[in-house]
């Protein structure tokens, strides 16, 4: 890609007068021992000039052929060391977990969360709000059978809602959504809304709409050079976007607080709350309502948009490979027949459970991962890291690691088979990431893709709208936050 292309020449002149008057030579070079190799970088701009901004995974695999596993970019005046391969990044995030387990401060971020919340957060703010998110998840069913029954009770509501359409085309991304967040919002809120609520489809749109602005060249533009706001748009439509759902959030817990029952805490809101009022007057207290709203805030986009993207990958492939959906439903047939799937078929349907690992590993919707930074002084593969730098964890490399999947590059749900048909663990495949900072609703993630994914298998044969060939379907993702499906229209035909 034209990094240039992307940005207004005149922009350009803008950013070197900005960097001369305030003296910055971030951009130069400052040689350090052992610092990972990497491609030269320009004044100001960095490595830009060969950067895909829509897509720099891509970019970054290749870069790491020339410069192994351990290489430094700069992304304008910020240095940048990419890890990549299953071996290396394992070394990093697993065995030195601490030396790697901090957030870089990203300036849409700085803006939208304050250092808040649990995904981006950092020190003892992270550890804090971490905790008590995993275990009130844990306390509200994530992993057991309430939410299971929660899950089943749902997928019945998406597929009325499908089966309405009786077989014609449609695109299923917000009613997906929909179905999705509702497993993540009656833990938060101890309810669930019609997928019609405007109110509901509005906080769904802003999810969606942050999540792609997030990946989008222009958020990158600011988050390397913040002094060119005025002249990009899309981050000031982010932060709009938060501060709308930020107010729906506080109204909703004002809401919960009027009824607040400490011996009947209904949801995640009523124990944060109920904990709120248990320190309050602590001088060093982290539950306060701007740590409420960023974590509930941060539970629902996570908890929607990468199962409900993972969800639609599914259905694509299904398409695209009709044999491989015909074998998953003969093992439906065969395991469970008409009954609802349950958590315990999973270890009885290797077939369907290596599917959904390689929808998962194919789809590879983080490639970057989220970004981390080093705590203290580290040294990986010969290389000395110093502390503060940016780190990217390649998703991509790993997912992709030739010396772990026969066929990297394209769908083959054999990677998680052995020759009997027995579904074999893979150490490589690692969606949720690892360490420190692995998907805290991960948990939850692999129970509603398996219970979603069986039961729609199991009631509907998915196929291209009529006049769509095979061939036509475009496997190639949309840019932004996470790498989602381009927008289709599926025709769901109920089986009988």
Same mark, same amino acid.
């Given at each position: 890609?034209?990094?240039?292309?992307?940005?207004?020449?005149?922009?350009?002149?803008?950013?070197?007068?900005?960097?001369?008057?305030?003296?910055?030579?971030?951009?130069?070079?400052?040689?350090?021992?052992?610092?990972?190799?990497?491609?030269?970088?320009?004044?100001?701009?960095?490595?830009?000039?060969?950067?895909?901004?829509?897509?720099?995974?891509?970019?970054?695999?290749?870069?790491?052929?020339?410069?192994?596993?351990?290489?430094?970019?700069?992304?304008?005046?910020?240095?940048?060391?990419?890890?990549?391969?299953?071996?290396?990044?394992?070394?990093?995030?697993?065995?030195?977990?601490?030396?790697?387990?901090?957030?870089?401060?990203?300036?849409?971020?700085? #803006? =939208?969360? *304050? &250092? %808040?919340?649990?995904?981006?957060?950092?020190?003892? @703010?992270?550890? $804090?709000?971490?905790?008590?998110?995993?275990?009130?998840?844990?306390?509200?069913?994530?992993?057991?059978?309430?939410?299971?029954?929660?899950?089943?009770?749902?997928?019945?509501?998406?597929?009325?809602?499908? #089966? =309405?359409? *009786? &077989? %014609?085309?449609?695109?299923?991304?917000?009613?997906? @959504?929909?179905? $999705?967040?509702?497993?993540?919002?009656?833990?938060?809120?101890?309810?669930?809304?019609?997928?019609?609520?405007?109110?509901?489809?509005?906080?769904?749109?802003?999810?969606?709409?942050?999540?792609?602005?997030?990946? =989008?060249?222009?958020?990158?533009?600011?988050?390397?050079?913040?002094?060119?706001?005025?002249?990009?748009?899309?981050?000031?439509?982010?932060?709009?976007?938060?501060?709308?759902?930020?107010?729906?959030?506080?109204?909703?817990?004002?809401?919960?607080?009027?009824?607040?029952?400490?011996?009947?805490?209904?949801?995640?809101?009523?124990?944060?709350?109920?904990?709120?009022?248990?320190?309050?007057?602590?001088?060093?207290?982290?539950?306060?309502?701007?740590?409420?709203?960023?974590?509930?805030?941060?539970?629902?986009?996570?908890?929607?948009?990468?199962?409900?993207?993972?969800?639609?990958?599914?259905?694509?492939?299904?398409?695209?490979?009709?044999?491989?959906?015909?074998?998953?439903?003969?093992?439906?047939?065969?395991?469970?027949?008409?009954?609802?799937?349950?958590?315990?078929?999973?270890?009885?349907?290797?077939?369907?459970?290596?599917?959904?690992?390689?929808?998962?590993?194919?789809?590879?919707?983080?490639?970057?991962?989220?970004?981390?930074?080093?705590?203290?002084?580290?040294?990986?593969?010969?290389?000395?890291?110093?502390?503060?730098?940016?780190?990217?964890?390649?998703?991509?490399?790993?997912?992709?690691?030739?010396?772990?999947?026969?066929?990297?590059?394209?769908?083959?749900?054999?990677?998680?088979?052995?020759?009997?048909?027995?579904?074999?663990?893979?150490?490589?495949?690692?969606?949720?990431?690892?360490?420190?900072?692995?998907?805290?609703?991960?948990?939850?993630?692999?129970?509603?893709?398996?219970?979603?994914?069986?039961?729609?298998?199991?009631?509907?044969?998915?196929?291209?709208?009529?006049?769509?060939?095979?061939?036509?379907?475009?496997?190639?993702?949309?840019?932004?936050?996470?790498?989602?499906?381009?927008?289709?229209?599926?025709?769901?035909?109920?089986?009988?």
């Amino acid at each position: 890609m034209d990094w240039v292309s992307l940005v207004p020449v005149g922009l350009l002149f803008i950013l070197i007068l900005l960097v001369i008057l305030k003296g910055q030579h971030a951009w130069k070079s400052h040689p350090r021992i052992n610092f990972p190799p990497g491609p030269r970088p320009l004044p100001i701009i960095g490595n830009l000039h060969i950067m895909d901004l829509k897509r720099p995974h891509l970019t970054m695999l290749e870069l790491s052929k020339i410069y192994g596993p351990v290489f430094s970019i700069q992304m304008g005046p910020r240095k940048t060391v990419v890890l990549s391969g299953y071996e290396t990044v394992k070394e990093a995030l697993v065995n030195q977990a601490d030396a790697f387990a901090g957030r870089p401060k990203i300036p849409v971020i700085e #803006e =939208s969360a *304050k &250092g %808040k919340g649990v995904i981006f957060s950092d020190g003892e @703010n992270w550890k $804090v709000m971490r905790r008590f998110t995993l275990t009130t998840l844990r306390d509200f069913g994530m992993g057991k059978k309430a939410i299971e029954d929660r899950v089943v009770e749902e997928y019945k509501c998406l597929a009325d809602t499908i #089966e =309405s359409h *009786k &077989g %014609k085309p449609l695109e299923m991304t917000l009613m997906m @959504n929909a179905a $999705v967040a509702n497993i993540i919002v009656s833990i938060l809120l101890g309810k669930r809304y019609d997928y019609e609520d405007p109110m509901f489809k509005r906080l769904l749109l802003l999810v969606n709409e942050n999540v792609r602005l997030f990946g =989008s060249p222009s958020v990158s533009m600011y988050n390397m050079f913040p002094a060119l706001g005025f002249l990009l748009k899309d981050h000031k439509n982010f932060l709009q976007n938060v501060k709308e759902l930020n107010a729906f959030i506080q109204v909703t817990f004002i809401e919960h607080l009027k009824n607040l029952d400490r011996n009947d805490q209904r949801s995640f809101i009523d124990t944060f709350l109920v904990r709120q009022q248990e320190e309050n007057g602590k001088a060093s207290g982290y539950f306060h309502n701007e740590n409420l709203t960023e974590v509930v805030r941060n539970l629902f986009a996570a908890g929607m948009e990468t199962t409900s993207t993972t969800l639609r990958w599914g259905i694509l492939l299904m398409m695209k490979y009709p044999e491989i959906q015909k074998k998953v439903q003969e093992e439906i047939e065969q395991v469970i027949g008409s009954t609802p799937p349950r958590i315990e078929h999973r270890t009885q349907m290797p077939y369907t459970d290596a599917v959904i690992h390689e929808i998962q590993r194919f789809a590879n919707i983080l490639p970057l991962s989220l970004p981390h930074e080093t705590t203290e002084d580290v040294t990986l593969k010969g290389c000395f890291i110093p502390k503060g730098t940016y780190i990217i964890p390649l998703l991509a490399s790993v997912l992709q690691d030739k010396s772990w999947w026969e066929k990297p590059d394209i769908f083959y749900p054999e990677h998680f088979l052995d020759s009997e048909g027995k579904f074999i663990k893979k150490d490589a495949f690692i969606p949720f990431s690892a360490g420190r900072r692995t998907c805290a609703g991960e948990t939850l993630a692999k129970m509603e893709l398996f219970l979603f994914f069986t039961s729609l298998l199991q009631r509907f044969t998915f196929h291209p709208p009529p006049g769509v060939s095979i061939s036509d379907l475009d496997l190639s993702p949309s840019a932004g936050g996470t790498l989602t499906p381009v927008i289709h229209e599926v025709c769901a035909m109920p089986r009988s």
